[in-house]
């Protein structure tokens, strides 16, 4: 099967969805090394070329799956793959570091991983702010130059960031949250992606599951990563349900999911801001890929788009509750532009 493409910034062209690889590594509920590979291998089978990934998911486990499917389907995968964060999610340790040598170090080790010869998109993954964005893209570029690498991208960098970094090498995509409950990127660094000719790849674009319905009771998610999250803890549960009761409304209009329409809204807003968006849902379930794939093809209303423009106003809680305070971009986003 094939999904319809669609180009990011500096020539590089990847299905309308993503993967997101980091679903298969425990952080909401465990899966088997079988049942990872039987999603993966689904992903490709449904036409879903570009499999995101990262060195500090499942501490290197996520991408040695996705190199263990690589090694027989590398020719199906852009393979996306971020350097920039060290410590461990588990353990909630994480830091960012940026330093050139560390850039060179950490390319190196996903290679071995991947067990590839170039990284397809390679994406910092945390500002480290004691580190001139331009070295690290400096760093970066480096490995575009030596064929270990094709395009580069960013996560979490402002708008100024985002410029800074593109005069030193061009920039393919920018990685940030994005959804109809986590809207900041809105306000400057996506304007600034359109203008500059990058594409936008949203994460947690099923706002960690939350957006789909599935998390009706708290009951489901208490061992998991977002049990510590404020949006998904006590009053605010309650209160960010009404996001998702507006979203199942309109998915039944539509004869579609809650997750679909989650997926098709950030397309609108792509088309709004004019810019290429390929969201990376993450999911463990074969299904659940076939189902999200098919939500570019619904076409939302005037009506449809106006309520759900409105909802981030209501929802109650932080995107991030980490306790680096430049953890995400907004936090650093300066607030005269
Ligand atoms: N750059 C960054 O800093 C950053 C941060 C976070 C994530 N990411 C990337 O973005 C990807 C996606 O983000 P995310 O995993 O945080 O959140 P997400 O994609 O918004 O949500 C994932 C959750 O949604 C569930 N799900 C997926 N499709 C569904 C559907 N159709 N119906 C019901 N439930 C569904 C999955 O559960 P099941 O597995 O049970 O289906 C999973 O628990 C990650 O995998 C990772 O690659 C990047």
Redo the contacts with the bound molecule.
């Keep these: 099967m094939s999904l319809p493409t669609t180009h990011l910034g500096d020539g590089l062209t990847v299905s309308r969805l993503g ?6 590594t425990g ?3 465990s ?1 088997t090394l079988a049942e990872n590979l039987r ?1 993966l291998n689904h992903a490709l089978d449904a036409g879903v070329t570009l499999i ?3 060195d500090i ?1 499942g501490d290197g486990d ?1 991408e040695r799956t996705v190199g263990e499917v690589a090694g027989r389907r590398r020719d199906y995968m852009t393979i996306a793959t ?1 350097f920039g ?1 060290t410590g461990s999610i588990a353990a909630k340790t994480m830091r960012a570091r940026n330093d050139p040598a560390y850039v060179r170090a950490a390319a190196e080790a996903s290679l071995g991983r991947l067990g590839v010869d170039t990284i397809d998109l390679y ?1 910092l ?2 500002r480290d702010v004691t580190v001139p964005i331009e070295d690290t893209v400096g760093a970066m570029s480096e490995l575009v130059a030596a064929g270990k690498v094709r395009h580069l991208g960013l ?2 960098v402002t708008a100024d960031e985002l410029e800074a970094a593109h005069r030193v090498h061009p920039i393919a995509a920018v ?3 994005w ?1 109809v409950w986590s809207r900041d990127v809105e306000r400057s660094v996506a304007p600034t992606a359109a203008r500059l000719g990058i594409g936008f790849v949203p ?13 009706s009771d708290p009951a489901t ?1 208490a061992g998991d990563w ?1 049990a510590g999250l404020t949006r998904f803890t006590g009053d605010a549960f309650a209160t960010n349900q009404a996001v998702v009761t507006a979203l199942t409304g309109i998915a039944a209009d539509h004869g579609a ?4 329409i ?1 997926l098709a809204w950030l397309y609108a807003a792509g088309d709004r801001l004019g810019l290429p968006v390929v ?7 074969p299904e ?2 076939t ?2 794939a098919s939500a570019a093809s619904i076409a939302l209303t005037a009506d449809d788009l106006r309520v759900l423009n409105a909802l981030s106003a209501s929802v109650v809680g932080q995107r991030s509750d980490f306790d680096d305070p430049n953890w995400t971009s907004d936090s650093r986003e300066s607030t005269d532009r």
Aim: glycine share 10%; proline share 5%; net charge positive.
């Design positions: 993967f997101g690889a980091m679903a298969l952080v909401y509920g899966s999603a995101d990934t990262a998911y996520s971020k964060i994406y993954h945390r996560s979490e990685q940030s949250e959804s994460y947690s674009p099923l706002g960690r599951g939350f957006l789909t319905g599935a998390l998610f977002r999911t809650a997750a679909q989650a969201p990376i849902p993450g999911t463990r379930r659940r890929i189902e999200n």
